[in-house]
Structure formats: C-alpha cells, structure tokens
C-alpha cells in the first residue's frame, strides 16, 4: 500500500511539473482562424487587454494575425476584427481621450513592402471612434534587393497641416552641428518621386526628379552633376529687395572677399556689391531703363 501512494505521488509530481511547464514556456494565445473578413460570428476578442490604474486613462489593447493586423497595439480603442473598423473611445477626458496605435504588417513573400506604422488621432468624447486622417501618422518601409525595393520613411500629415523633420541638437554641446550622410555615391539627394508603388511585386518603379544634390562641396539645382560650387540647369530668378531696407549685409570688418548682387525692388536697377582686399566697391550693374522693352 505504501508503495502505492509512493508511485500515485510522484507519477501527480510528474504531471505537475508537466504542466507548469507548460503554463511557463507553452502559453499560446488561440485567435479563431478565418480564410478572409469574417462575418458578424466571428468573435470579436482582444487576445490581450491592459487596464487600471487612473480611471481617466483608456486600454491598452494588443491583437494578433487580424485582416490588415498581423501585430498591433492600441491605446483607447478597440479594433473590430468582423468588419475591420474602430470602436469608440474608452476615456473622452480631456487630458487622455487620444487614440493611439502602433502596428506591424507582414506582406507575403520576400519582396520588400513590410511596414510599421504609428499612428495618432486627436482627443474626441468617449465613445467617438478615431479618426486616423485627422492626425500625423508614420510608415516605416522595408526594402528588398530582389525586387529593388527602397526602404522608406513616410511623414503623413492630416489634412491641411505641414510636416517637417526637424534635427535639434543637444543644448550645449561641442560642436554643436547637425550631420546628414549619405554612405553610398557621396552625394545627398533632394527628389521628386513623380511615380512610385508601394505595392511591390517582382520590380519597384518610379520616375524620381532630382531637385538640388550636393556632392564633394558642390551644389546642383536641376539635375544632379554639379561641376562648380553652384551649378544651376535652367532660369534663374532674382527678387528685388525694398532699397529702403538695409542693403545686405557686409562681411564683419570687410576681411572676406566677396560679391553680393541684388535687385532694387523700386527702380528694378541690378547692383553688385564687391569686397576686395577690405575695399568695398558698389555700383549698378544692370541699369533699368537700358533694358530693352519685350512686347
């Protein structure tokens, strides 16, 4: 008999270790499988949900494998599974009714186009779903050298509103610069992508226009091989300035050698302005009414 309590003991040890490991290292989140949109049966879970601590505060919520969600956390709302849209707010307190979101979309196949994305919606009253178009949101594109991919990071702005990106450096440091490089050509592109997909297939194609470059100290506008400091393809526009205003400025104690020209905005004279072995020579180089009159 003692014998077999000894052998029931230890073969429950056995199971009990079995299962907490289990419930340790096997823990799996079961999301109900679905071939495409699922229809209003579909269970519309949330495989996780964080709440607590201050009441003004919405949820935080985290869904797996969904239509268009392969990972994806929010913050005061909840994302419907059946029918791909937002649910409204948890909190329409003031100083928390934003709606957040950050996701991870896994595209199929090694062709580039996996993208994260944050996103933001302004404050709205509990219950308002968000609305994502009202607020900036990011895209973080991966490329892929099979399909010739870029990898790309899109600011998109809501409605009307600017967006920018804007380097700060530290407060007090030394030296206190902003550098932007480039690893591959040595040159620095400012484009226009005419035409672009971001739906790869087997080859990524766009039209780029290349705006201003930089290269090796040299700047060119209008295409992108500058030979000289300014190297400029096409017309170039001078703005007249008010010759009631400051002229442009001199170099401090005129020890720079330089050539200023500018367009007297009143009379239309081009002057130019040359400092020279700190001697500083001025005069209109272009007088207006020489010019010939264009009918």
């Known amino acids: ?37 699922p229809d209003y049966t579909y269970p519309n879970i949330t495989p996780i949900t964080w709440s607590g601590g201050e009441e003004k505060f919405g949820r935080w919520r985290q869904f797996f494998k969904g239509f268009e ?14 029918d791909n849209t ?21 595209a199929e ?19 308002e779903p968000p609305d994502w178009n009202d607020g900036a949101y990011y895209y973080f594109y991966d490329g892929s050298r099979k399909t010739k991919a870029p990898a790309a990071m899109v600011i998109h702005g809501a409605g009307d509103m600017d967006t920018l990106i804007k380097f700060c450096p530290n407060e007090g440091s030394s030296p206190n610069r902003i550098n932007i490089r480039n690893a ?16 790869y297939k087997n080859t990524y194609s766009s ?32 703005r007249g300035i008010d010759i009631l205003l400051p002229s442009p400025p001199l ?8 050539m200023t020209m500018w367009m007297d905005k009143n009379t239309g004279n081009i002057i130019m302005r040359i400092v020279y072995n700190g001697e500083v020579r001025q005069g209109i180089v272009v007088l207006f009414k020489n010019l010939p009159l264009i009918k």
């Open 184 to 199: 591959c050509d040595g040159k620095f592109y400012i484009e226009h992508e005419e035409i672009g997909s971001i739906n």
């Open 1 to 37: 008999m003692k014998t077999l309590i000894t052998l029931i003991t230890l073969i429950l040890i056995f199971f009990a270790s079995v299962a907490y490991s289990q419930s340790e290292y096997d823990v799996v989140l079961e999301i109900p499988y679905t071939n495409s949109l």
């Open 86 to 106: 937002w649910e409204g707010r948890d909190s329409g307190d003031s100083s928390s009714n934003i709606c957040a979101m950050i996701r991870f979309n896994v």
């Open 69 to 82: 969600m392969g990972w994806g956390l929010t913050y005061n709302t909840k994302w419907n599974y059946q």
């Open 207 to 238: 039209i780029t226009n290349p705006l201003m470059v930089f290269n090796d100290g040299f700047v060119g506008i209008g295409h992108d091989n500058p030979i000289s400091t300014l190297d400029i393809k096409g017309e170039i526009t001078l």
């Open 251 to 258: 170099p401090p104690d005129n020890t720079d050698e330089t």
């Open 109 to 127: 196949g090694n062709v580039g186009g996996n993208f994260f994305e944050i996103n933001f919606a302004k404050g709205e009253n509990a219950g």
